[in-house]
């Protein structure tokens, strides 16, 4: 799967977080307005010296940001298709691909959403193949492409809506902080993660199997290689992926919104905001 963000988006989001303006950082880092936007806009590649040098300014690791820039990083593939109780679902919003998430325990037929794309046929399909009783659907933040299935989902099945209170959605538990929830035998931990939206939250999945990793689903605040657009305080998303998402265990799976699946061990390497 490609990745979401190359070379161009790392460091106008970095630039936009930082609140410099294409003409004031272009200065700063001695090249033209024209051609720092050319690099933006994956029109311009520089050499290693100067994606050395804006990464530098930008407050970014070098070594990854060069690796996107020569466009030779690709998370390797993920135990996530062995957990056996989870399963990954894309959706089309005008033209890009979004990522939901499903689990569920065997034993006791209860499951889980995370998000819920803008396409309501593949969860239904995805329910329907499996069994499961969708107990709940936990969302990462409201952005219209991770929940716009989310009515025709409490239609259908009554789940409880778990979201944050900093994003409040009808009829759904808000939680203020972390939060624990839990599946049979699988344990869900509700935590935030803000910076791309105010009440951004992931939410860390445990209990698999003798040996399988847990796994992460962290919405918009981090993708491979990257992180989201800091919407709301390009400091809180640095503190999240950083000292949040960064922070677990090194085996962990990180289910991003958009792009592929990668572990924490993975992004601490290779992510130029780790």
Not at 76 to 87: N, R, S, V
Not at 104 to 122: C, H, I, Q, Y
Not at 144 to 165: F, K, N
Request: charge should be negative; glycine fraction near 12%; include cysteine.
């Amino acid at each position: 799967m490609k990745l979401e963000d190359e070379f161009g988006d790392v460091i106008r989001k970095a630039r936009a977080g930082l609140g410099r303006s294409l003409d004031r950082f272009a200065a700063e880092t001695g090249l033209t307005p024209a051609k720092l936007e050319q690099a933006e806009q994956y029109q311009w590649t520089p050499d290693a010296a100067t994606v050395r040098k804006l990464a530098t300014l930008l407050g970014l690791k070098a070594g990854p940001l060069l690796d996107l820039a020569l466009q030779r990083y690709e998370p390797a593939p993920t135990a996530f298709d062995q957990l056996g109780t989870a399963a990954m679902l894309q959706s089309d919003f005008g033209g890009s691909p979004v990522n939901s998430y499903a689990v569920w325990d065997a034993a006791s037929g209860e499951g889980a959403l995370f998000d819920t794309g803008v396409e309501f046929e593949p969860l239904e399909r995805l329910q329907a193949q499996h069994g499961f009783q969708v107990r709940y659907v936990f969302v990462t933040h409201t952005h219209g492409d991770h929940i716009g299935a989310l009515e025709q989902a409490r239609h259908r099945w009554s789940p409880t809506v778990v979201g944050s209170q900093h994003e409040p959605l009808g009829n759904a538990q808000l939680l203020a902080g972390n939060g624990q929830f839990s599946l049979g035998q699988t344990s869900i931990k509700a935590f935030p993660t803000p910076g791309h939206t105010p009440g951004g939250l992931s939410f860390c999945v445990d209990g698999f199997g003798p040996g399988l990793p847990p796994v992460c689903f962290c919405g918009d605040t981090l993708f491979a290689g990257s992180a989201g657009r800091p919407m709301h305080s390009y400091a809180a998303l640095l503190k999240s992926v950083r000292e949040q998402l960064l922070g677990l265990g090194e085996r962990t799976i990180l289910c991003p919104g958009h792009g592929p699946l990668t572990t924490v061990a993975a992004e601490r390497e290779h992510n130029p905001f780790a």
